[in-house]
């Protein structure tokens, strides 16, 4: 199963949060400059924890993988997946890999990044659409969230393997059969890529994570 949740951390009260997070954490933190990237920083780690915390894991081990991808080794049968955009933290654990991301959806955004890094195929299914820079970040949810599922990341070429949207979303040449999935939420567009069918999509106040 996997299960996916995000938080609105415009109103974090970074000062009480700081001292919910690991010491790790806080020097991530830390590094940041600006309010906002610290309460995405803290968001995201408070709302992992607030999951974890329903499936009674209150010790995780945290370690990164070679590409960067975090993972618990003390529960290798707990995989998640964090990601954050603008004022959404987002949060996918499954019991076996999983990729999310979220992103904002803007509507300035250059489209020739599409033209320049993905498919050919996706890059025509986005500019044959009602609305291509919505339809952009479809593309560009499901793929980064297919990229973190692998662990690669951007080690993982855009333009190396091919998503197909229809009514089904699938990914071209798949020998694992994942599923894929998209929400929209606000202004955001929010992809995940796994094992497993997702259901529905979670909403935390602020308030329910710290």
Not at 177 to 204: M, P, R
């Amino acid at each position: 199963m996997i299960k996916l949740a995000y938080c609105n951390i415009d109103d974090l009260d970074l000062k009480r949060a700081y001292g919910l997070v690991s010491k790790s954490r806080q020097e991530k933190m830390d590094f940041y400059r600006f309010d906002k990237d610290k309460k995405l920083s803290c968001g995201a780690y408070l709302l992992l924890k607030k999951l974890l915390c329903e499936k009674n894991i209150a010790d995780p081990v945290f370690k990164t993988g070679k590409y960067g991808k975090a993972y618990i080794c003390n529960y290798e049968n707990i995989h998640f997946n964090l990601s954050h955009s603008g004022k959404i933290v987002l949060c996918a654990i499954s019991d076996m890999e999983v990729g999310a991301d979220v992103e904002y959806v803007d509507p300035e955004i250059d489209l020739d990044i599409a033209k320049n890094y993905f498919f050919n195929r996706e890059y025509e299914s986005i500019m044959k659409s009602d609305n291509p820079p919505e339809e952009f970040f479809n593309y560009w949810v499901l793929k980064e969230s297919y990229m973190k599922y692998t662990g690669l990341g951007m080690n993982l070429d855009l333009d190396s393997f091919e998503i197909m949207i229809d009514d089904e979303i699938t990914l071209k040449n798949d020998d694992k059969h994942l599923k894929f999935t998209l929400f929209d939420i606000e202004n955001y567009k929010i992809g995940i890529a796994g094992h497993f069918n997702v259901s529905g999509l979670i909403e935390y106040r602020v308030s329910e994570i710290y």
